[in-house]
């Protein structure tokens, strides 16, 4: 199955302190938890500006350990069997996701080793942001980012289709 990730994170140059995480399944249910161990004080303004408020109260379910998360996850996707990830400019949300495991070597047997980016599919069929379907719900929270990516690559899947029937 198709999942569609996206993280809130911090990062200061050397270390990616995930914030949040969302995988959207391509038929639409969803997985999403912050993380208990992220520092607030330690963010960036940009983080405390853009990503800080959108997150639910502490007292939110969604509020879990990165062990938790990491358990989740692994859970969702091994029992999936053949995953397929896909990001938005994905490398940062992809080291995020991965390091809840802690080293590469780490990844639970069965694990995908790497995910695809929504924006190189893009550039490889000269779509523009403009040309996908607007996001309407707040940017820079995990799971209407994640959702977003699902509604794009949903997007530029059926526009493929089209071309391709165009060529018939
Ligand atoms: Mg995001």
Redesign the pocket.
């Known amino acids: 199955m198709r999942w569609f990730l996206?993280?809130?994170f911090a990062e200061d140059g050397t270390k990616i302190d995930l914030i949040s995480l969302a995988l959207v399944a391509e038929p639409g249910h969803f997985y999403y938890a912050c993380s208990t161990a992220f520092n607030p004080k330690l963010v960036n303004d940009w983080v405390r500006d853009n990503v800080l408020p959108k997150l639910p109260p502490r007292d939110a379910p969604w509020w879990k350990s990165r062990t938790e998360i990491a358990d989740d996850v692994r859970d969702i996707l091994l029992h999936d069997g053949k995953p397929e990830l896909w990001g938005y400019f994905a490398d940062y949300d992809w080291v995020a996701l991965c390091q809840l495991y802690g080293r590469m070597v780490d990844l639970p047997k069965g694990f995908p080793f790497w995910c695809h980016d929504l924006k190189q599919l893009m550039e490889d069929r000269g779509v523009d942001k403009d040309a996908l379907p607007f996001q309407t719900t707040d940017?820079?929270?995990?799971l209407n980012?994640a959702r977003w990516i699902r509604s794009a690559w949903l997007h530029l899947k059926s526009a493929t289709v089209a071309a391709s029937t165009d060529l018939r």
């Open positions: 996206d993280t809130e940017e820079h929270d995990a980012d």
